[in-house]
């Protein structure tokens, strides 16, 4: 079975705070994502990876950075934590040549900025 | 832009009975769409995968129909139970290895 990890499930910071959360995937999946998923939005992509050292925008890129030096984890960061960032954030990963993008998706963190 | 639409309201329905969830999409041509569950608290899971050239898909107690005319999918669980209570997701695909575009899902209640 397929296996993604997340480094926290709750999670509490400081506005101003520099905050990283990270993603493992045990599958040697090409593909990585993060969303963030809030009530009546729904999941946004925030980025996402083809590959090692790759990196694409998703719908909500701003105030985020991401980093992905190895094949199994992809890293979400914070630069400044802010209040609005508080939220559920999901990891996922999919791998083609399947062509179905499926994705499997970590436990989700729960991010809370005071 | 694109848009997908599934029904904000929360679905209540008996123990039994057929839940029918509705995902309607404008502004994209998708290669396939998928159905995901979630749980409270937890990340989706994966249920079911329904091609563009495809009318209907089945698996166990779960059906789902895509009428790209339509730009719409209807996702089935016959024999409702207490167990599949949950928040439902359906998602798009442009297929070849790309992201995916998800809805804001609908919440179902499976009562006794």
């Known amino acids: 079975d397929v296996k993604v990890t997340q480094s926290s499930r709750y999670l509490v910071k400081r506005t101003g705070e520099k905050v990283f959360l990270e993603c493992v995937q045990d599958m040697d999946h090409e593909n990585m994502f993060w969303y963030r998923q809030d009530p009546g939005l729904g999941l946004r992509l925030i980025y996402f990876s083809y590959d090692v050292k790759m990196k694409e925008k998703g719908d909500i890129p701003e105030g985020y950075s991401v980093s992905r030096e190895k094949k199994e984890r992809f890293s979400l960061i914070l630069e400044s934590a802010s209040t609005n960032q508080t939220s559920m954030y999901l990891c996922?990963?999919?791998?083609?040549?399947?062509?179905?993008?499926?994705?499997?998706f970590g436990p989700g963190t729960r991010l809370t900025v005071l | 832009s694109q848009k997908i639409e599934q029904n904000s309201e929360a679905l209540n329905i008996q123990e039994g009975k057929t839940a029918t969830l509705t995902c309607n999409y404008t502004n994209y041509s998708p290669a396939y769409l998928q159905w995901y569950r979630q749980d409270p608290g937890r990340g989706p899971v994966f249920l079911l995968l329904?091609?563009?050239?495809?009318k209907e898909k089945r698996k166990e107690r779960l059906k789902v129909t895509f009428d790209t005319t339509l730009k719409q999918s209807l996702f089935h669980i016959t024999a409702s139970q207490p167990a599949d209570s949950a928040t439902y997701l359906c998602a798009l695909g442009a297929g070849g290895g790309n992201k995916l575009t998800f809805g804001t899902g609908t919440q179902l209640k499976v009562e006794l």
């Open positions: 996922a990963s999919s791998s083609p040549p399947s062509h179905t993008d499926t994705q499997y």
């Open positions: 329904i091609r563009e050239n495809e």
